[in-house]
T-cell receptor
Framework: NAGVTQTPKFQVLKTGQSMTLQCAQD?????MSWYRQDPGMGLRLIHYSVGAGITDQGEVPNGYNVSRSTTEDFPLRLLSAAPSQTSVYFC????????????FGNGTRLTVT | DQQVKQNSPSLSVQEGRISILNCDYT??????FLWYKKYPAEGPTFLISISSIKDKNEDGRFTVFLNKSAKHLSLHIVPSQPGDSAVYFCAARTRDDKIIFGKGTRLHILP
């Protein structure tokens, strides 16, 4: 079973370019979320969704958009990339039950020059 | 303002000994706590969790202790093995169902 799949694994963008980081899960999890990991900063929540059609902001949402049209997919969009968005991005999902851990993908390493 | 704090960026422990990783939190409304382990170039993997109604949860070599009055939790690994060398993240669930992470502690298991 695939779990949480993120594409691409690596991406280089120029400042001002746009792109979409893809995330798909095959576990029928209602809850999905995006984190970024930066050196010395841990994992910071960008956006999350508790079900199709519902999204909300996390700790660091600025510069990112999300949508949730299906249960399986939760893409993260950068409309105008900035060097400050250079990071490793992780998508995660979990069941909606109260005591349910997050399952993570293997990440997308993004560099903005 | 950081709500989940891991104040030790790194920890070195001899193989076979106990590893103790610590985590403090500021929000008394957190109701569920988790520990994750992360290897380079991989996503974090879930290790163990504890509900706020408990003070201890054990799974094999891993035990998590929760002290609500001190707003402190710890992860004990006994005995420590070379494969335990990784970054460990403490996390907590907020009332609005977000999971917030600490900055992580890098554990080195020494031969």
């Amino acid at each position: 079973n695939a779990g949480v799949t993120q594409t691409p694994k690596f991406q280089v963008l120029k400042t001002g370019q746009s792109m979409t980081l893809q995330c798909a899960q095959d576990m029928n999890h209602e809850y999905m979320s995006w984190y970024r990991q930066d050196p010395g900063m841990g994992l910071r929540l960008i956006h999350y969704s508790v079900g199709a059609g519902i999204t909300d902001q996390g700790e660091v949402p600025n510069g990112y958009n999300v949508s949730r049209s299906t249960t399986e997919d939760f893409p993260l969009r950068l409309l105008s990339a900035a060097p400050s968005q250079t990071s490793v991005y992780f998508c995660a999902s979990r069941r909606q039950g109260r005591d349910s851990p997050l399952h993570f993908g293997n990440g997308t390493r993004l560099t903005v020059t | 303002d950081q709500q989940v704090k891991q104040n030790s960026p790194s920890l070195s422990v001899q193989e076979g000994r106990i590893s103790i990783l610590n985590c403090d939190y500021t929000n008394s409304m957190f109701d569920y706590f988790l520990w994750y382990k992360k290897y380079p170039a991989e996503g974090p993997t879930f290790l163990i969790s504890i509900s706020s109604i408990k003070d201890k949860n054990e799974d094999g070599r891993f035990t998590v202790f929760l002290n609500k009055s001190a707003k402190h939790l710890s992860l004990h690994i006994v005995p420590s093995q070379p494969g335990d060398s990784a970054v460990y993240f403490c996390a907590a669930r907020t009332r609005d169902d977000k999971i917030i992470f600490g900055k992580g502690t890098r554990l080195h298991i020494l031969p």
